[in-house]
């Protein structure tokens, strides 16, 4: 299979570190066009009063936070022309999707937490939805990985 439009889904973590290298990687080797989406999780944009933050600036400190992962992933693994880059607010596995379709990527890199136990069934796991509910091939990078 000849990808053309790779898809690559991070966060901040070693997990999304390894998903964009292993997703640069593919990607120069095939001469693909690369985006990068980093969901910004609804979540995560609750007010905290108690540092006087309101639900506005805590959006902004989230998307000024994805912005800067995007372009330390980007610095990190240069050599690309052009990299279109995707920052949804909402939950990661169905933004991940979205952006998928609208964008029309050819194939999904994404890492996993490798959750488990308990903590899998209360948080769910990002990898397995968008691996049962993608129309378009997706490549899990491994938790533990080699190299």
Do not use: C
């Not at 790779?6 to 964009?20: P, Q």
């Not at 052009?82 to 050819?106: D, M, S």
């Not at 378009?136 to 990078?141: A, D, E, N, R, S």
Request: proline letters at 4%.
């Amino acid at each position: 299979m000849n990808f053309s439009k790779i898809l690559i889904a991070v966060d901040d973590s070693a997990y999304g570190m390894k998903a964009a290298r292993i997703g640069f990687e593919l990607a120069h080797q095939i001469s693909a066009s690369i985006a990068i989406v980093f969901v910004i999780d609804a979540v995560k944009e609750l007010p905290n009063p108690d540092l006087g933050i309101n639900e506005g600036q805590q959006h902004a400190i989230l998307l000024q936070e994805a912005e800067n992962t995007i372009q330390q992933y980007i610095e990190l693994y240069d050599g690309v022309d052009k990299v279109f880059r995707f920052t949804p607010e909402g939950e990661p596995h169905k933004e991940i999707l979205n952006v998928a379709e609208q964008w029309k990527a050819e194939l999904i890199v994404m890492g996993t937490h490798g959750r488990t136990g308990l903590t899998r069934l209360l948080m769910g796991s990002v990898a397995d939805y968008v691996l049962k509910h993608s129309k378009i091939p997706v490549l899990i990078t491994p938790r533990e990985m080699t190299n």
